[in-house]
T-cell receptor, first 112, second 115 residues
Framework: GQNIDQPTEMTATEGAIVQINCTYQTSGFNGLFWYQQHAGEAPTFLSYNVLDGLEEKGRFSSFLSRSKGYSYLLLKELQMKDSASYLCAVRDLTDSWGKFQFGAGTQVVVTP | GAVVSQHPSRVICKSGTSVKIECRSLDFQATTMFWYRQFPKQSLMLMATSNEGSKATYEQGVEKDKFLINHASLTLSTLTVTSAHPEDSSFYIC???????????FGPGTRLTVL
C-alpha cells in the first residue's frame, strides 16, 4: 500500500529486541493491525490498536499514535521462529467496507 | 480463534482454463469477505470486496469479468479466475470479517500456477 511505510528488512540476534516502525496516511482510520507472515503462508494476526498507547501481548507489543500516523511493533526475546515478514495494515472506513491497506512488510531475520 | 478455510490450497492449471477458489468462514458469519493477491516478496494487494447478496466491489485495475466473485451465503465466497494465463500465477488469500464483532481473519491462501 503506497500510504503505509515500513522498513524492508531488519536483522537481529536471538534473544534481542527489534522494533518495526510503521507510518501511515489515511482519512478514515479505524484501527492498525500487525500480522506475521512466514514464507508461503497466509498472514496471522498479531495485534490490533485503535486507541493511542501500548498494547502488550507476551513477547509482542504494539504502539499507536494516531496524531502522528505512527505505530511500532516490538518483538522481545527474539527466537529463531520469529524470522518472518511483519505486515502493518490500516483499516480504512472511507468507503464503509472497512478495507485493509497493507504495507509492503518488514522481513525480520533472526540470527543465532 | 475463528477459522477461515480456502480450497484448494494449491492448483496447477493450463493456460486458458478457469479456476474456482472457495473461501469459507467455519465458525462465524461473514457478510463481508476480501480477496487479495500476493506476488513473491510483495505486499498483499486487495482485489475486491465481496458482500453477501450483492455485487462485489473491485479495486481499480482489477478486471471484474476475469475475476468473478460470488458471495452466495454468509459463510462462503468464491473467486473464479477465468481464462487463466501465466501472469495470473500468484498467491490468492481471502479474509473474512466476523459480522458480530468486526474482527477479520485470513484464510490459509491458494497458490495458483498457470502453465
Amino acid at each position: 500500500g503506497q500510504n503505509i511505510d515500513q522498513p524492508t528488512e531488519m536483522t537481529a540476534t536471538e534473544g534481542a529486541i527489534v522494533q518495526i516502525n510503521c507510518t501511515y496516511q489515511t482519512s478514515g482510520f479505524n484501527g492498525l493491525f500487525w500480522y506475521q507472515q512466514h514464507a508461503g503462508e497466509a498472514p496471522t494476526f498479531l495485534s490490533y490498536n485503535v486507541l493511542d498507547g501500548l498494547e502488550e501481548k507476551g513477547r509482542f507489543s504494539s504502539f499507536l499514535s494516531r496524531s502522528k500516523g505512527y505505530s511500532y511493533l516490538l518483538l522481545k526475546e527474539l527466537q529463531m521462529k520469529d524470522s518472518a515478514s511483519y505486515l502493518c495494515a490500516v483499516r480504512d472506513l472511507t468507503d464503509s467496507w472497512g478495507k485493509f491497506q497493507f504495507g509492503a512488510g518488514t522481513q525480520v531475520v533472526v540470527t543465532p | 480463534g475463528a477459522v477461515v478455510s480456502q480450497h484448494p490450497s494449491r492448483v496447477i492449471c493450463k493456460s486458458g482454463t478457469s479456476v474456482k477458489i472457495e473461501c469459507r468462514s467455519l465458525d462465524f458469519q461473514a457478510t463481508t469477505m476480501f480477496w487479495y493477491r500476493q506476488f513473491p516478496k510483495q505486499s498483499l494487494m486487495l482485489m475486491a470486496t465481496s458482500n453477501e447478496g450483492s455485487k462485489a466491489t473491485y479495486e481499480q485495475g482489477v478486471e471484474k469479468d476475469k475475476f468473478l466473485i460470488n458471495h452466495a451465503s454468509l459463510t462462503l465466497s468464491t473467486l473464479t479466475v477465468t481464462s487463466a494465463h501465466p501472469e495470473d500465477s500468484s498467491f490468492y488469500i481471502c479474509s473474512a470479517r466476523d459480522h458480530s464483532n468486526g474482527a477479520q481473519f485470513f484464510g490459509p491462501g491458494t497458490r495458483l500456477t498457470v502453465l
